[in-house]
């Protein structure tokens, strides 16, 4: 089964500060890789997604991922971050594998507070 | 730029009542899912629907949950008995059609259900 974990539940910044939230999962096959983000009051939105290619995906906002395999990982970075980041932020995988309509497995989630 | 929409923003209900939840998808979008999220926790895969069927649905998803495309617009899920541990923020999510899982799920702003 798959499974995701984000090992930071909250972190605390000053706006320009770099930003990076840790994401690793657990899965045999090969994954496709999202981050999305929640602001609050508002619905998810996707970020930036992870299929194939170049391991470094950008996003939106300024975001960008990078996908180690070897690691399991797809960390999120943002060089300076803005007051506007704060929200909480969840790494999700599916599986190449399914032909269709795969399921999203979501991390525990990071709630990013940016102070001004 | 479309967006999914749910009713209703909240509701609170007896334990022992049936519920009813209602998400409309992006217009031309064909599969549909429902996911949870209870306080605290993870977001979790419920169930997914395609062509006017289950596609796939988690052991979460027993028979006291159905699912609904009533209309050409509506995606609705019953709780048919609610019991205190199905409180939980509801969110419905959709894709224009499947594509290996690259396929970027919209999400709707959620209902957060209370169950006493």
């Known amino acids: 089964a798959q499974s995701v974990s984000q090992h930071n539940h909250h972190v605390i910044l000053s706006e320009a500060a770099s930003l990076e939230l840790g994401c690793n999962y657990s899965y045999g096959g090969t994954v496709n890789l999202f981050w999305y983000v929640q602001y609050p009051g508002q619905h998810l939105q996707l970020l930036l997604k992870y299929f194939s290619g170049d391991p470094l995906v950008k996003g939106i906002k300024g975001f960008e991922a990078e996908f180690i395999k070897s690691k399991f990982s797809f960390n999120l970075r943002k060089p300076s971050v803005q007051w506007s980041d704060t929200a909480e932020y969840f790494c999700?995988?599916?599986?190449?594998?399914?032909?269709?309509?795969?399921?999203?497995?979501f991390g525990g989630g990071t709630r990013v507070l940016v102070k001004p | 730029e479309p967006e999914v929409t749910q009713t209703p923003s909240h509701q609170v209900t007896q334990m022992g009542q049936e519920v009813i939840l209602r998400c409309v998808p992006i217009s031309n979008h064909l599969y549909f899912y429902w996911y949870r999220q209870i306080l605290g926790q993870k977001v979790e895969f419920l169930v997914s629907f395609y062509n006017n069927e289950i596609s796939e649905k988690s052991e979460i998803f027993d028979d006291q949950f159905s699912v609904e495309r009533p209309d050409g617009s509506n995606f609705t899920l019953k709780i048919r008995s609610t019991k205190l541990e199905d409180s939980a923020m509801y969110f419905c999510?959709?894709?224009?059609?499947?594509?290996?899982?690259?396929?970027?799920?919209?999400f709707g702003p959620g209902t957060r259900l209370l169950v006493l």
């Open positions: 999700a995988v599916n599986s190449q594998i399914k032909a269709a309509g795969n399921k999203l497995t």
């Open positions: 999510a959709s894709i224009n059609r499947p594509s290996g899982g690259r396929e970027t799920q919209y």
